[in-house]
C-alpha cells in the first residue's frame, strides 16, 4: 500500500504542545507548503510535490488530526480551530527554517490555508486554495435541496457523539462514498492509494469529526470577525475550483474576491480531487502564482 511520496525524505516535527506533524520534505529552493483535503493525507499531492520539487523546497504534512500525525482531543472545541491549525503550520515551516512560505491547500487543508494567511500575512507570501469556498461562503450558500451535496458538513457539525458513532460504525462506506462521487476519474485513485486514504480516515474519525465542527463553529466567528473588520488576504491569492459555481447558483469568484483582491480565479474541468486528477493544470496555476 502506497502511503508515502516517492523521493520525500519523513520526519515527524513538534508543532504545539502534545502535538507532532508526520511531514515529507523534499527539493531546495523557495519553500512551498502544500496542505491535503478530505478524505486524504499528504499523498494527494505525490504528482504535483514531485514536479515542484525540481525547484523548489516543498513541504507536505499530514494536518493534525490526519494521517500519520498527532490527534490531540478537542475538549474545548479549539484544538481543530483553523487557527490552531495554520499556526501548526506556521511552526512546521520555522522549525525547517522558513520564516516565509508559499502555501498551497486543497479543501480542508485550504481552509487552513486562509486563516494562515489571515493570521500570518507577513509570513505568507503567495496562497492558493483548491475547491472551497471561505468558511463564511460555503454556509451562506448551502441553502435548499441543492445543499444535499453537503449533509456531511451538517452531519459532523452536530454535538460529539452521534457523528462520531454513526460514521465510526461503517467508516470505510462513509470516507469511500466521497472518494467515489467526487472524482470524475476513478483511476486518479488507484486502489492502494485509496486504501491507504480509507486506512487513515477509519483511525482518525473523532479527530476528522473535530475538524468539521470547528468549521460550523469556531471558524465561523473568527471569519466573521475578519469580515466585519475588512480583514483580507494581501498576498497574490490563486483559486482553483471545479465548475460548480453556476449550478449552485452563485459566482465562486465574486465570493473570492471580496476576500482576495489580488486573485487569480481558475475553473478546471476535473472532479474535485484536481491535484490527483489534473496535476499539470494545478502545477501550472501553482508556478504562475509563486511569479506573481
Known amino acids: 500500500m502506497t502511503t508515502k511520496i516517492s523521493g520525500f ?9 502534545g502535538v507532532t506533524l508526520n511531514v515529507a520534505v523534499a527539493g531546495s529552493g523557495s519553500p512551498i507548503v502544500l496542505l491535503h483535503g478530505f478524505p486524504q493525507t499528504h499523498l494527494m499531492w505525490r504528482h ?8 523548489h523546497t516543498v513541504i507536505c504534512p499530514d494536518l493534525r488530526g490526519y494521517g500519520d500525525s498527532d490527534k490531540p482531543t478537542d475538549p474545548d472545541g479549539t484544538a481543530y480551530a483553523k487557527r490552531t491549525m495554520a499556526a ?3 511552526a512546521l515551516a520555522r522549525h ?13 487543508g485550504a481552509l487552513v490555508a486562509i486563516r494562515a494567511g489571515l493570521d500570518h500575512p507577513q509570513t ?4 492558493a486554495a483548491l475547491d472551497v469556498l471561505p468558511t463564511l461562503d460555503t454556509w451562506d450558500v448551502m441553502q435548499g435541496v441543492s445543499a444535499a451535496v ?14 462520531e458513532q454513526l460514521i465510526s460504525a461503517s467508516a ?23 486504501e491507504a486514504y480509507l486506512t487513515a480516515s477509519r483511525n482518525a474519525v473523532p479527530s476528522i469529526v473535530a475538524d468539521y465542527r470547528a468549521t460550523a463553529g469556531i471558524d465561523v466567528t473568527h471569519d ?31 465570493l473570492w474576491r471580496a476576500w482576495a483582491p489580488d486573485l487569480d480565479h481558475r475553473t478546471v474541468s476535473c472532479g474535485h480531487f484536481m491535484a490527483e486528477e489534473a496535476p499539470a493544470e494545478v502545477v501550472k496555476a501553482l508556478r504562475t502564482l509563486l511569479t506573481r
Open 9 to 17: 525524505d519523513y520526519r515527524r516535527v513538534p508543532v504545539a504542545d
Open 48 to 55: 504535483v510535490a514531485a514536479d515542484l520539487a525540481t525547484d
Open 88 to 90: 501548526d503550520i506556521v
Open 96 to 108: 525547517l527554517g522558513h520564516e516565509r512560505f508559499a502555501l498551497a491547500g486543497h479543501d480542508r
Open 124 to 127: 505568507i507570501t503567495h496562497l
Open 150 to 163: 453537503g449533509f456531511h458538513l451538517y452531519l459532523m457539525a452536530q454535538p460529539p457523539g452521534l457523528p
Open 172 to 194: 470505510d462506506a462513509f470516507f469511500g462514498h466521497f472518494l467515489d462521487i467526487w472524482t470524475q476519474n476513478p483511476d486518479a485513485i488507484p486502489a492502494d492509494v485509496r
Open 224 to 254: 466573521q470577525v475578519d469580515r466585519i473588520a475588512g480583514n483580507q488576504l494581501r498576498m497574490p491569492v490563486a483559486v482553483l475550483q471545479q465548475d460548480w459555481g453556476a449550478a449552485l447558483g452563485y459566482d465562486a469568484a465574486q
